[in-house]
């Protein structure tokens, strides 16, 4: 009987170990994925924060940008005047002063 039980023993023995093997190996593979999901998601965070932040600079800048093109049209059209006003002013220059030219 000594033999059996010994061998009972050892089988419940190697029996236990495999299984709290088994089941550590699952919980370890679990706490891996679980951590990888808190991985993705944290970097998924930051890159929709960047994401955020780049389309308000974005928006903010092509704001900027309308504005300036308004006023670029707006100083063109008044170099355009002034240029067409001296022009005018020469020729009277020229006129009361008897040049041609």
Not at 4 to 27: C, D, F, H, P, Q
Not at 38 to 55: I, T
């Amino acid at each position: 009987m000594q033999i059996n039980e010994m061998i009972v023993s050892a089988l419940t023995g190697v029996a236990t170990a495999t299984i709290t093997w088994y089941a550590a190996r699952n919980k370890n593979r679990a706490e891996t994925y679980v951590s990888e999901l808190d991985a993705v998601e944290r970097a998924v965070k930051v890159w929709r924060e960047l994401g955020e932040e780049m389309q308000l600079k974005y928006e903010s800048l092509h704001d900027e940008i309308e504005l300036l093109r308004v006023e670029v049209k707006v100083l063109r059209e008044d170099n355009k005047q002034l240029k067409q006003e001296n022009q005018r002013l020469l020729q009277q220059i020229n006129t009361l002063t008897g040049e041609k030219g």
